[in-house]
């Protein structure tokens, strides 16, 4: 199978159709509607409509090109197209707020102000609404206002600056640190920590969601432990940033990549076992910082003298802390993604399913909304 083809279709994998069809998700019955945007406020909606919101994405007219390069993250909205120039068009929007329990918009602050829909004008529709913002720096501070992506985001926190190998040049993380992780999560938890606020309050507020302050608190951990002084700032020198032999990735024989995270004792002398190195008195050293470049040296050469299938016949499923390291062709045709069915066929198109999972109000992935159709998508909110 090739690449493309195994994205596209599996047969271990479910095939869900038809927006809203069947949805029992734990927000079914929530409405939100969505400025239409590009990377982290797009995913935090869709992590809300795999959880059974109804969502209506509000597009500018001409659509938004880079939007396009990011398809697998618009799924399970009802589209609708808005002049939001015209004065007709944001009495429209207005009239879909007065119908929503949440609003998720993600541009430069004072660009909805300066629409006509900004909090105080649509918190004074709608006094249970809650507003969610989601932008790199935040709705205020010095740089409010400046352009910006994921890896300026990261920079800022001190997350970019600690990724990477020894002695090379900080490694950017894809945009899974900053748009996702800081900001899509951190917009989502908001978003709903403000939903059952509003419930016991009957009042609305705004979310001010900056990919900044997201990141900065997933490092909490690293804070800390830099604080105490046992993280160092050189990259590749700490235990789980690639400085120690028994938390990092190794090569095997046929080219392809493998990785262990042998942390506690125990999995540690596994580890030792199944590589035949137990009897090697230098691997003793297992917390010895300066004997740590010296032991991957050891441990690579090691792993180079088997294929990766090799090592998983050896290793998979073993208290070594080990896993293959799969490109995303492969990861959908992994065993055990397979059994869980991890990832969903929507519409021909191989993606990852909802999570996390729930007992009883289960999620289900929604298609990708065809078309525009305002009329469809007023309709079902009760507009003309």
Request: hydrophobic residues 40%.
């Amino acid at each position: 199978m090739t690449p493309s083809a195994s994205l596209h279709r599996h047969a271990g994998a479910m095939s869900f159709r038809g927006i809203g069809k069947g949805i029992v998700g734990p927000l079914t019955g929530i409405r939100i509607v969505e400025f239409a945007g590009i990377g982290p406020a797009p995913f935090a909606s869709m992590l809300l409509s795999d959880m059974g919101a109804d969502i209506i994405k509000i597009e500018r007219h001409g659509g938004n090109p880079v939007e396009a390069l990011a398809p697998g993250i618009n799924r399970g909205r009802r589209v609708i197209v808005l002049d939001l120039k015209s004065p007709e068009d944001v009495r429209t929007a207005l009239r879909l707020v007065e119908r929503a329990d949440a609003l998720i918009e993600g541009f430069r602050p004072g660009v909805m102000e300066r629409l006509g829909l900004g909090p105080d004008v649509c918190l004074q529709r709608n006094a249970r609404l809650i507003y969610a913002r989601m932008t790199g720096w935040g709705q205020s501070g010095p740089l409010a206002q400046a352009a910006g992506h994921d890896i300026n985001y990261i920079a800022l926190t001190g997350a970019l600056h600690a990724i990477g190998r020894r002695g090379n040049k900080p490694t950017p993380p894809l945009n899974l640190l900053g748009d996702f992780g800081g900001g899509s999560m951190y917009l989502a938890f908001g978003l709903v920590c403000g939903l059952l606020e509003a419930k016991r309050s009957g009042r609305g507020q705004v979310i001010d969601a900056a990919i900044t302050d997201g990141v900065a608190h997933l490092m909490s951990m690293f804070y800390a432990s830099a604080a105490s002084g046992q993280w160092l700032e050189e990259r590749g020198n700490n235990m789980i940033d690639g400085g120690s032999h028994f938390y990092d990735v190794y090569e095997t024989k046929d080219g392809k990549y493998v990785c262990i995270g042998s942390l506690e004792p125990q999995f540690y002398r596994d580890l030792l076992e199944k590589t035949g190195l137990s009897a090697d008195p230098a691997f003793k050293r297992q917390f010895d910082r300066a004997a740590w470049p010296a032991l991957q040296d050891k441990l690579a050469a090691v792993f180079k003298t088997r294929t990766r299938a090799a090592w998983d016949e050896l290793m998979l499923g073993s208290d070594v802390c080990y896993a293959p390291v799969l490109s995303i062709a492969e990861a959908s045709e992994h065993p055990h993604n397979v059994a869980r069915q991890t990832f969903v066929e929507i519409d021909g198109v191989m993606q990852a399913a909802p999570a996390p999972r729930f007992s009883r109000t289960v999620p289900k992935a929604q298609r990708f909304p065809a078309k525009p159709d305002n009329e469809g998508a007023l309709a079902a909110w009760g507009l003309t």
